[in-house]
T-cell receptor, first 115, second 113 residues
């Protein structure tokens, strides 16, 4: 199993450009999420999905869009990049069971710089 | 408020010493408290987790202590090793009805050889 994969590893954008961060998992997990990690601020939830066709906002959703057409994929779209979106982005997935969400498995991250 | 406050921000420990990281939460509905370990350039990985029906959980050199009345939990790393040097995050969530983790701000641990 590859686990959670993310592409690209690094990306530099100019203000106003758009791009999609890709995330895929091969563990058949229902739950997937996107976090951003900034120095001194820990991991903050951007958007999450509890299954194909179902998404919801997290703590910092503004400027980001998501969709979930398959169980495996959960792309994150930046429609008009801003310097404030310079960050490291992590995708995570988890099974969900009787006790709720289980262990989250994180991808290796995408380091995004917006000039 | 659904914050999780983590301290200290950074920690330096001698090899063989005990590393202690503390977290405090506000929402009494939280009932799952994991700790994640992150090495530079990598994604976080689950280290150990606890539910509030127990006051302590130990896995090898890593122990979580949980104080439900104080709404605090802590990670103890016994016999700290240079390989433990990483950033540690605590988190909290509700087991059911929600799929959101609230993470602490992280503690950068350095273990000196």
């Amino acid at each position: 199993n590859a686990g959670v994969t993310q592409t690209p590893k690094f990306q530099v954008l100019k203000t106003g450009q758009s791009m999609t961060l890709q995330c895929a998992q091969d563990m058949n997990h229902e739950y997937m999420s996107w976090y951003r990690q900034d120095p001194g601020m820990g991991l903050r939830l951007i958007h999450y999905s509890v299954g194909a066709g179902i998404t919801d906002q997290g703590e910092v959703p503004n400027g980001y869009n998501v969709s979930r057409s398959t169980t495996e994929d959960f792309p994150l779209r930046l429609l008009s990049a801003a310097p404030s979106q310079t960050s490291v982005y992590f995708c995570a997935s988890s099974y969900s069971g009787l006790l709720g969400m289980g262990e989250q498995f994180f991808g290796p991250g995408t380091r995004l710089t917006v000039l | 408020q659904q914050q999780v406050k983590q301290s200290p921000q950074s920690l330096i420990v001698q090899k063989g010493g005990i590393s202690i990281i503390n977290c405090a939460y506000e929402n009494t509905a939280f009932d799952y408290f994991p700790w994640y370990q992150q090495f530079p350039g990598k994604g976080p990985a689950l280290l150990i987790a606890i539910r509030p029906d127990v006051s302590e959980k130990k896995e090898g050199r890593f122990t979580i202590s949980f104080n439900k009345s104080a709404k605090q939990f802590s990670l103890h790393i016994m016999d700290s090793q240079p390989g433990d040097s990483a950033t540690y995050f605590c988190a909290a969530s509700k087991a059911s009805g929600t799929y959101k983790y609230i993470f602490g701000t992280g503690t950068r641990l350095k273990v000196l050889a």
